[in-house]
């Protein structure tokens, strides 16, 4: 079975803090994406990577970073935390591209910014 | 236009029922369409994806799929109150040559299943 990790279930930080969200899968994907999932806003793609050292920008990039400096492992950087960062973070990865290219998901990290 | 639209919802059928959850997407070169289910509070599961047009069918669920009409759907039959949940819709295409994989989900629908 497909794993992804996420390192922490929930987060509390402070507002202008340096927040790290880290993730790992254990199949040897290709890709991997970092999402918000707000209500009413559904999933919204922030940041994705279709390889080592590769970055592309989502739909919401602002106010985030990333980092893939390994295959396994795809990192999101809030610079400076704010309180309209509060959100569900998900972490997804797959395999590669094609037709049945499914993206499998991470248990996701809750994050308030206080 | 969104990309994808999902009825909005939410749906509620008696246990037993068929559950009908419907989308409708914009980009006529989507390639696959995938259905998830997301348990509150937790992160979403593949049920089903399709990628040729017509009926697919594994247990009880049943995705259906119309490119000429831009419509992807998921029967539910016999529904139990264990689908409760909200139903992501996701397309896969190409943009520019290459996707990456990069799904766009519609907004969901939340089913509640009653005894």
């Known amino acids: 079975d497909v794993k992804v990790t996420q390192s922490s279930r929930y987060l509390v930080k402070r507002t202008g803090e340096k927040v790290f969200l880290e993730c790992v899968q254990d199949?040897?994907?290709?890709?991997m994406f970092w999402y918000r999932q707000d209500p009413g806003l559904g999933l919204r793609l922030i940041y994705f990577?279709?390889?080592?050292?590769?970055?592309e920008k989502g739909d919401i990039p602002e106010g985030y970073s990333v980092s893939r400096e390994k295959k396994e492992r795809f990192s999101l950087i809030l610079e400076s935390a704010s309180t309209n960062q509060t959100s569900m973070y998900l972490c997804?990865?797959?395999?590669?591209?094609?037709?049945?290219?499914?993206?499998?998901f991470g248990a996701g990290t809750r994050l308030s910014v206080l | 236009q969104k990309e994808v639209e999902q009825n909005s919802g939410p749906l509620s059928v008696p246990e037993g029922a068929i559950a009908s959850l419907n989308c409708t997407y914009s980009?006529?070169?989507?390639?696959?369409f995938f259905w998830y289910r997301q348990y509150s509070g937790k992160s979403p599961e593949l049920i089903m994806f399709?990628?040729?047009?017509g009926d697919k069918e594994d247990g009880r669920f049943t995705a259906q799929l119309n490119k000429a009409s831009q419509y992807v759907s998921l029967l539910i039959r016999d529904s139990q109150p264990s689908d409760s949940a909200t139903y992501l819709c996701?397309?896969?295409?190409?943009?520019?040559?290459?996707?990456?994989?990069?799904?766009?989900f519609g907004q969901g629908t939340i089913l509640t299943v009653h005894p």
């Open positions: 997804a990865s797959s395999l590669g591209q094609g037709a049945k290219n499914i993206q499998y």
């Open positions: 199949m040897d994907h290709e890709n």
């Open positions: 990577s279709y390889d080592v050292k590769m970055k």
């Open positions: 980009d006529r070169g989507s390639q696959s």
């Open positions: 399709i990628y040729s047009n």
């Open positions: 996701a397309v896969t295409g190409w943009a520019g040559g290459t996707s990456y994989g990069k799904l766009t």
